[in-house]
Nanobody, 121 residues
């Protein structure tokens, strides 16, 4: 069993910054990576960024240079630092655990409840 809890969402103006956190607990040892997904209104859920246990990262083209994913393995916590936010970043952001081969992230069936990020123009 795995529990994932996101926090840090909120309302910010375009150009602002926000930092999301994901606290993981339970049997996560079989997963070598974690990732952030998001789903905006009327859109499909998409991968934002992923990070392996060793620290290798992968980003969606739309957030490269603006977002930074990191993790603290000792605390089983993952973070997403979001800078230069745009209105199109508005979405519910979800935390996941999964596997990674090369630069490809494969989510498991475990997901957090999501945290709302709203960017106003």
């Amino acid at each position: 069993q795995v529990q994932l809890v996101e926090s840090g969402g909120g309302l910010v103006q375009a150009g602002g910054s926000l930092r999301l956190s994901c606290a993981a607990s339970g049997s996560i040892f079989s997963f070598n990576a974690m990732g952030w997904y998001r789903q905006g209104p009327g859109k499909q859920r998409e991968l934002v960024a992923a990070i392996t246990r060793g620290g290798s990262t992968n980003y969606a083209d739309s957030v490269k240079g603006r977002f930074t994913i990191s993790r603290d393995n000792a605390k089983n916590t993952m973070y997403l630092q979001m800078n230069s936010l745009k209105p199109e970043d508005t979405a519910v952001y979800y935390c996941s655990v999964g596997g990674s081969t090369g630069s490809q992230y494969y989510p498991s069936d475990y997901w957090g409840q999501g945290t709302q990020v709203t960017v106003s123009s």
